[in-house]
């Protein structure tokens, strides 16, 4: 079964050899005829002109294209001019975030958390963006419980936010848990999954660590006892991510969200592996 509501993701490169390779990348993931591509933002607006620059390329190459914005340390007038920007480039879809704190960032900025600038946003420009939203099954590793957590989003889409996309996740049981509750708070709103492909186990155990997200302990095993045979770790990766793919898929997920990590060998294959 293969979603319609299929997007994949991006991070703006820093080296000139990143943006050909990139632009590579991006010619084979568009075969597979996504919805649109979303292209990440820095912590603080570190990467604010690399992501333009990404997304203003796409949509020349013919896509629909979704900047990440970031409030950490922005300021209302930050904000709007980036919000014009985006606007006078006629992009219309946004993935708006809190996001990270840099190390030793305290919290400034004007910005606490997502809905503040949800509601800016929609303030600022009505219904001119079509506004994606973080969620996370497994809880947001800063959030005190799930319950607070649950409501921390809820109170995003009150704000105005037109979906959401997911943490990723191994565990589709927590997944759905998830939309059901979200569902019984009065969310009405699609929660696409968010899909991490599993190729390098070490580096899969350091982003799951930073994020929150939980490697099921038959999965760890699994990987470790590969330990440097890539095409094994890639092998069984591609197994449980696509099995994980279709049963989200048969059980009402309504669109899945692929990190690409700027690769396209590993969503392509799982991509065609969805019937």
């Known amino acids: 079964m293969k979603p319609h509501n299929f997007s994949i993701e991006f991070f703006p490169p820093k080296t000139e050899e990143g ?108 219904d001119w963006f079509h506004i994606e939203v973080a969620a996370y099954p497994e809880m947001h590793p800063q959030a005190k419980s799930p319950q607070d957590d649950l409501q921390n989003f809820v109170r995003k889409i009150q704000a105005g936010a037109n979906a959401a996309i997911t943490q990723y996740f191994y565990n589709a049981d927590a997944y759905f848990q998830f939309v059901e509750n979200a569902q019984k708070a009065g969310v009405n709103v699609p929660i696409v999954a968010g899909i991490m492909p599993i190729t390098n186990s070490s580096q899969l155990m350091r982003f799951s660590e930073m994020c929150g997200a939980e490697i099921p302990r038959w999965v760890r095993l699994k990987l470790a006892s590969y330990g440097d045979d890539s095409a094994s770790i890639k092998a069984f990766g591609l197994d449980v991510v696509t099995q994980m793919c279709e049963r989200l898929l048969a059980g009402g997920a309504p669109g899945l969200h692929f990190y690409s990590l700027n690769q396209a060998a590993a969503t392509t294959a799982i991509w065609k592996r969805l019937v």
């Open 19 to 126: 943006t050909e390779k990139l632009r590579l990348t991006r010619t084979k993931l568009a075969e597979l005829n996504p919805k649109y591509f979303s292209v990440t933002f820095g912590a603080g607006g570190t990467t604010q002109q690399g992501t333009l620059d990404t997304v203003v390329e796409i949509r020349k190459e013919g896509f629909d294209a979704a900047p990440h914005l970031s409030c950490v340390g922005g300021t209302r007038d930050s904000i709007r001019q980036i919000l014009q920007t985006y606007k006078d480039h006629d992009i219309h879809r946004l993935v708006a975030l809190r996001g990270d704190l840099p190390s030793g960032y305290g919290m400034g900025g004007e910005f606490r958390y997502a809905n503040e600038l949800v509601e800016f946003i929609r303030a600022e420009t009505g």
